[in-house]
């Protein structure tokens, strides 16, 4: 085992992960700074972002009103006080991602192009096509790869973190072009490992975001907050799940059931189409239950219609998504009507985390979707999230300079490195049993699409709570077969089902005990939202016989919690 040393480890190399690289050594440029990815970093989700990121950037626009929207689209569960900080520094992002070579999308005076999107009452999503995250990537690796002092550990993977007196001293991570495991020694470190939306089978995500940084956080004390909020995105591609952008229904694309009808009249009757996501998504699964869908061979489906918008503009502005409908669907969107059904799309809930990013313990920040600072509260706007990884990345990786500025390097605990190689070697590499990590995996995807998915009830909530306890009992008995030192990607699954398990059971366990409906939350046997009762975050603190859940109060600056109609 060899010790690596650095000022500031980041974990993670989407778009939080990067721009805080960047960031920190804006504020230092003395700083020694490392990026840890399991992934080559133009491999993270973050280059699947679609349809934009948010900010206001036209005079007809105002952060009150892109404040206003977020706090109604989260159902009230928003703190205001990150909302409102949040708005503000969002253009800021996008002129530096323009400067560091973003191509952006123009209108024909040549601004920085905007389109509509779900829930926003402006037109304020800022795109790059349908290619949104792909180019701001690009230019933030760019941008990052610049500097002499940011150092990138491509295809590393963070196991652990160090901490000791409840400050963080370092972490360990694999190697994975040799599986040996390492140590690495850090005055500060930011989390910005993404979501964890692989513990559902229909989703759009990629087959890496597996919550590996929630579940490291959480094993270490932080608390994981608002864990029951998972966003649902009513556009998944059937049969694979790939996302198709509700920049489609923002450029005019509608959804049709069976009998040919637009049905959001009856859901979001002013909105339509372009209600939150969690409206949209219990409009398409109530139509499904109530057998208005289509059938295929895939299970039931709904309609998304952008025939109407001619290939001219199709191929204009949603390039990749013809692509996709093609490919991955069969049909040709300029033709034909793309299939379509809700997803498991984003976590609301996460590391929790302030409005500096700072967790509970010094000098551990978290950033981007893997952190809960509260901004989505129970249901997140479409192209928000890619505005929060830049604005909260930045402020990661500014807090984290300005933190290790007057701190030294802390021994390294031997002991606890010996326990996690311990661990992660014998306990999980060595293990002999007769349990499949695949087989496993694909038990709990299916369970929690069959019982923690759009509606909930308590007695599934239960039923999948035993399963995933189940599930945890079975993962000791496991056997990963090929036991090589070299990108053992079995190995590595197995590690990111060992998280997932955790944060299936979190999110089971918060489902369970928030008796109302809010946002992304639909609890058939509590259809209504208690703000008497529930206007508080849920924080799940890791302990040996399963979660145990506190509250804290939501932080409310200007607008009190009213009904919500679109
Ligand atoms: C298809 C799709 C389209 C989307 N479209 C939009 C959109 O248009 N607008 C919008 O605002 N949002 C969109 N989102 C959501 C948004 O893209 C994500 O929430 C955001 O990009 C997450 O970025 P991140 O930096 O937090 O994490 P990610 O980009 O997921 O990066 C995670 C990083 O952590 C690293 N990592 C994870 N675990 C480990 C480990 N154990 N060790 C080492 N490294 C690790 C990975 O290698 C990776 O570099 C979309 C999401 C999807 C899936």
Aim: proline share 4%; net charge negative.
């Amino acid at each position: 085992m060899e010790k690596y040393s650095h000022d500031i480890v980041i974990v993670g190399a989407g778009l939080a992960g990067l721009r805080a690289a960047v960031a920190a050594v804006e504020v230092n440029d003395k700083l020694d700074i490392a990026v840890i990815s399991k992934l080559h970093p133009l491999r993270s989700h973050s280059v699947c972002a679609q349809g934009g990121t948010a900010a206001v950037m036209r005079d007809k626009d105002s952060f009150e009103l892109h404040a206003w929207d977020t706090v109604k689209g989260a159902d009230y569960l928003a703190d205001q006080d990150v909302v409102e900080f949040f708005v503000q520094r969002a253009p800021r992002e996008i002129v530096k991602m323009d400067h560091y070579g973003c191509p952006w999308s123009r209108t024909p005076d040549g601004k920085i192009d905007q389109r509509p999107f779900g829930g926003h009452s402006y037109p304020r999503a800022c795109f790059a096509a349908d290619m949104t995250g792909f180019h701001e990537m690009h230019a933030l690796y760019g941008k990052a790869t610049s500097y002499d002092k940011v150092k990138f550990y491509d295809e590393w993977f963070a196991t652990s973190l160090l901490v000791e007196n409840n400050t963080i001293v370092g972490l360990t991570a694999i190697d994975l072009k040799t599986g040996e495991m390492h140590a690495f020694q850090a005055k500060a470190v930011i989390i910005a490992t993404g979501g964890h939306e692989r513990i559902y089978e229909f989703t759009t995500f990629s087959h890496t975001t597996t919550g590996d940084g929630m579940a490291m956080a959480y094993r270490v004390g932080v608390p994981l907050e608002d864990m029951e909020f998972v966003q649902f995105h009513p556009t998944g591609l059937v049969p694979s799940g790939v996302l198709i952008t509700e920049g489609a229904r923002g450029e005019g694309g509608y959804l049709l059931n069976a009998n040919g009808e637009r049905f959001m009249k009856r859901y979001a009757p002013e909105k339509m189409e372009l209600a939150p996501r969690d409206v949209v998504s219990r409009a398409e699964q109530t139509e499904i239950l109530e057998g208005r869908a289509f059938t295929g061979p895939y299970g039931p489906y709904i309609a998304l219609d952008l025939r109407h918008l001619g290939e001219e503009k199709i191929n204009e502005r949603l390039p990749l998504i013809r692509d996709v409908a093609i490919k991955l669907g069969g049909v040709d969107p300029v033709k034909e009507v793309i299939p379509i059904r809700p997803a498991a799309h984003y976590s609301m809930g996460g590391i929790k985390a302030n409005i500096r990013t700072e967790t509970p313990i010094s000098g551990l920040y978290a950033a981007g979707e893997c952190s809960c600072l509260s901004l989505h509260g129970a249901n997140r706007l479409g192209t928000n999230s890619t505005a929060e990884c830049l604005v909260f990345g930045a402020v990661a990786g500014e807090e984290a300079a300005k933190y290790v500025a007057s701190k030294s390097f802390k021994e390294m605990p031997h002991e606890k490195i010996a326990a996690e190689e311990k661990r992660v070697f014998d306990e999980v590499l060595g293990s002999e049993g007769g349990e499949s990590v695949p087989a496993l995996r694909d038990e709990m995807r299916r369970l929690m699409n069959a019982k923690a998915w759009i509606y909930r009830k308590g007695d599934d909530l239960e039923s999948a709570l035993k399963e995933v306890r189940e599930l945890k009992k079975r993962f000791k008995n496991i056997k990963v077969e090929d036991k090589g030192k070299a990108f053992n990607t079995g190995f590595t699954a197995a590690l990111q089902l060992d998280f997932m398990l955790d944060l299936a059971e979190v999110t089971v366990v918060s489902a369970l005990a928030r008796t109302e409906s809010r946002g992304a939350h639909s609890r058939l046997d509590y259809p209504k939202r208690d703000d008497e009762k529930w206007l508080v975050h849920t924080l799940a603190y890791y302990t040996t016989d399963g979660p145990k859940l506190e509250y804290q109060p939501v932080t409310i600056t200007k607008w009190q919690p009213a009904a919500r109609k679109y």
